[in-house]
């Protein structure tokens, strides 16, 4: 199959996290006909990664992630683009690198591997699990994919997902005195959040912060005695250092819990590559034994996670020749070091 009809083959196979199962199944035994070393490393009871190499030690290692976010959105396509879920995000960029891997194999060149992870879009537990094999060590640089527009990305924002709980004391609407409202406490607390100037850095640029979820209450007559709030902020600095400002902020008003946490990466430049500092998390931050990394990819992460979610043809095609050409750039690097 060429990059475009394994791309769909692969987007036809539902894969939403915590689902990749059938999809890491097919993977698994397409590249051991294409005659790889492939083992399925265990994540959990049903999912595993899918870990491919040659008889020669990978010093250049492929990667991205098996799942997807829902719904799912089976294939279609025109003559410019491919569309549904998956098509940049990241089956089309599986394709890409299966695909570079074998013309790269035909030229001779076998110190390479395969690694595609599960659960990248939720937790990244396949990362943490991925960062423990002792095949790591062998590789001297990570090639990681994310729709970055095929523009080689040398710096990714860092992540820090918390959550907000807020109490109050329930009582009749129409006495608001003998209540308490956790949802108004809540929302006290979020405005100082939307107004506080969080730290911006001259590489990666500013802190941004997305509620993304606001629950409480049971009623419009009744003062709601419990709240919360989920936040997703894309660091520029430390994680511990946002915390420090986050937790002057909030105070003692509500609860805070931290539920995720991933420091900014600053990653390989190569020359000959046009770069960029891009705001969104990868699988990377989890993958530090697996050499220096690098992160390129087809298609746009403005089409990723949306019901237009696109690629262009023409790019995956081209993804191909620049995954070829980084690795065989960084191949000779190593040589020379």
């Not at 999912?47 to 992630?65: E, G, K, Q, R, Y």
């Not at 990248?120 to 095949?135: D, Q, T």
């Not at 990723?304 to 620049?322: F, G, I, N, Q, Y």
Request: hydrophobic content about 40%; aromatic content about 6%.
């Amino acid at each position: 199959m060429n990059v475009i009809e394994l791309t769909k083959k692969l987007m036809d196979i539902p894969s939403v996290s915590g689902d990749e199962d059938k999809v890491s199944e097919y993977v698994a035994g397409h590249l051991q006909k294409l005659g790889y070393n492939v083992e399925k490393q265990s994540v959990d009871t049903k999912l595993f990664n899918v870990i491919a190499t040659t008889d020669h030690s990978p010093a250049v290692v492929f990667s991205t992630h098996l799942d997807t976010v829902p719904p799912f959105i089976p294939a279609s396509d025109d003559a410019e683009f491919i569309y549904g879920r998956g098509s940049c995000d990241a089956k089309g960029i599986i394709a890409s690198q299966i695909i570079a891997a074998e013309k790269l194999r035909a030229e001779g060149i076998k110190n390479i591997g395969l690694l595609f992870t599960v659960d990248e879009e939720v937790g990244s537990i396949g990362a943490k699990k991925a960062n423990e094999h002792p095949l790591a060590k062998e590789c001297k640089f990570l090639i990681n994919g994310e729709p970055t527009d095929n523009i080689l990305a040398i710096g990714s924002k860092g992540s820090l997902r918390i959550r907000l709980h807020a109490k109050g004391k329930a009582g009749h609407s129409a006495y608001p005195e003998n209540g308490e409202s956790a949802i108004e406490k809540l929302l006290d607390v979020l405005n100082d959040i939307r107004t506080f100037d969080f730290p911006v850095d001259s590489f990666f640029g500013e802190t941004t912060c997305n509620i993304g979820v606001i629950n409480g209450g049971t009623r419009s007559n009744v003062i709601p005695d419990s709240a919360f709030s989920d936040l997703h902020f894309r660091l520029v600095t430390s994680g511990a250092d946002l915390k420090s400002l986050f937790e002057m902020v909030v105070g003692e008003r509500v609860e805070i819990e931290y539920l995720s946490k991933s420091e900014p990466i600053k990653m390989l430049a190569v020359e000959g590559f046009e770069q960029r500092v891009v705001r969104f998390t990868t699988d990377i931050p989890y993958l530090t034994n697996w050499g220096q990394p690098l992160l390129l990819g087809a298609g746009s992460i403005l089409d990723a996670h949306t019901e237009h979610e696109k690629v262009s043809k023409k790019e995956l095609e081209k993804s191909v020749e620049l995954y070829i050409g980084l690795a065989k750039k960084l191949l000779e690097t190593d040589l020379k070091s």
